[in-house]
């Protein structure tokens, strides 16, 4: 049987993970591939940090360049992260001719479109399956499954840490520092967790995924990012009674403008409960992908973790050990440019319906106000909900908006708060109907 050698850097949640499949499932895979695969070394950096599932101790080194410089390593895996010494790494690597996988989003975000020219410089591959929704086959399915598609829209649920804290938030009225504490406790969070928490890691995988869909490696600096870190119980709570849950959602979808494009944006936003997105729960991700011949499928799983992830990278590796196998790279290529004219869509453009919430004092008049500047900007309401029992300086109005630009909801909210008797910034959230 052929064999393929493995060289690892980081062995850490997800490279111990990586490790600790190959000891349950190598030979599985083996039997599958009719390929041996091997690991010869796994760099980390210190020997001593506790690891959520033991490594060989004679296979561990603490220079990474043993690993890319091992003439017998045929596929390096990268599991350090972040986007500094992680790039000159994978560059490394790649440059001496040996395939990549990586679980590294923030790296591909970032450098996606040099590091895939590097790859095809060098005439090896660049797999990154666990770089989006964990275990969840999502890339492979986009590449492969549905070569024949374009995609109208994929939303997603991403990011793992932040979908386990709004959803312990919402069933246990849990408080976000304690959820988020335990979040890392699992190894679910980002280092630090203001990548999950501000929208960023989110942002990475939906740039992914909308550059694999449309073809031109998306810019992270174009894509529209809010994080969670507004999101309040008593929004929550207003959003249960109007038939929504809350979600940080990614969205990549095709725009029919003047200008055609594609949005690509993270942000919290209402979703019907009766919508299968509004059930996901806990670290769990799902992607609802629409392809324009398939029509709409729904990919679901854990979007984070050791074990999860873990299955992810080994996929990756088995795609590269068959093209060693093969002497030839049989499948679709991991990142292929087809759309050079691909353009993302101004955030300012995009049409949406609009949950928004204002505190205001308690008098006549009020609501005529704000309805004033609103009816001024062209901008319908289709709501209004002025919940009793509230007593203090400021009490909520919850008002829900009719689709209108972002830009003309930014201006209208913008001279709202300017009104004396808009008591705080008002809370404003995206409402996604799935048309
Ligand atoms: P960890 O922090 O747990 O592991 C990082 C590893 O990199 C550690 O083993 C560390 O060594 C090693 N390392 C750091 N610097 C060096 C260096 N200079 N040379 C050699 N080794 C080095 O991170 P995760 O495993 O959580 O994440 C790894 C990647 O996977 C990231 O890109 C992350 O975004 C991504 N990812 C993570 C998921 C998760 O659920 N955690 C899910 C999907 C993707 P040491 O152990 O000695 O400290
Ligand atoms: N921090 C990430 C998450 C890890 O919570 O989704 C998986 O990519």
Do not use: H, I, N, W
């Given at each position: 049987m052929q064999q393929v050698n493995l060289g690892m850097i980081g062995g850490g949640t997800v490279g111990s993970g990586v490790f600790h499949a190959w000891q349950t499932n190598g030979g599985l895979m083996a039997a599958r591939l009719g390929v041996k695969l091997v690991f010869r070394r796994v760099a980390v950096k210190s020997f001593d940090e506790p690891r959520p599932y033991p490594i060989a101790r004679e296979l561990l080194t603490t220079d990474w360049q043993e690993v890319v410089n091992d003439a017998e390593i045929h596929v390096v895996i990268e599991?350090?992260?972040?986007?500094g010494i992680a790039k000159t790494m994978v560059l490394a690597a790649l440059a001496r001719g040996k395939t990549v996988v990586t679980a590294n989003k923030a790296l591909l975000s970032a450098h996606g479109k040099e590091l895939f020219a590097a790859a095809a410089k060098s005439g090896a591959n660049l797999y990154y399956e666990a770089s989006v929704c964990g275990g969840i086959p999502i890339i492979k399915s986009l590449r492969e499954g549905f070569v024949a598609n374009q995609f109208p829209a994929i939303y997603g649920i991403v990011n793992g840490t932040c979908n386990y804290i709004l959803s312990r938030m919402k069933a246990e009225g849990a408080e976000f520092a304690d959820v988020l504490a335990d979040a890392q406790k699992h190894g679910y969070a980002e280092t630090p967790p203001d990548l999950d928490i501000d929208g960023f890691d989110a942002q990475h995988k939906i740039g992914i995924l909308a550059s694999l869909a449309h073809g031109f490696w998306v810019d992270h600096h174009q894509i529209h990012t809010e994080g969670i870190r507004d999101v309040s119980k008593i929004d929550m709570e207003f959003a249960e009674k109007l038939g929504y849950t809350i979600k940080l959602l990614g969205i990549a979808k095709q725009i029919s403008a003047k200008k055609p494009g594609v949005q690509v944006s993270v942000y919290p936003t209402l979703i019907p409960n009766a919508h299968v997105l509004a059930s996901v729960n806990g670290v769990f991700n799902a992607c609802f992908v629409q392809g324009d011949i398939v029509g709409d499928t729904l990919f679901y799983g854990r979007g984070a973790g050791k074990d999860a992830t873990a299955s992810a990278v080994l996929s990756d590796v088995a795609d590269a050990a068959l093209d060693l196998k093969n002497n030839a790279k049989t499948r679709v290529l991991p990142f292929v440019a087809h759309a050079w004219n691909g353009r993302v869509v101004p955030m300012d453009d995009i049409v949406s319906r609009y949950y928004v919430r204002f505190s205001v004092v308690d008098k006549p008049g009020v609501l005529a106000k704000i309805s004033a500047i609103f009816a001024a900007a062209k901008i319908g309401i289709s709501s209004v909900i002025q919940p009793e029992g509230h007593a203090g300086e400021s009490v909520p109005l919850i008002l829900m908006i009719h689709d209108a630009s972002n830009a003309a909801m930014r201006k209208a909210l913008a001279k709202i708060s300017?009104?004396?008797?808009?008591?705080a910034k008002p809370v404003m959230f995206r409402v996604e109907s799935f048309d």
């Open positions: 599991l350090v992260g972040g986007t300017r009104l004396p008797v808009v008591k």
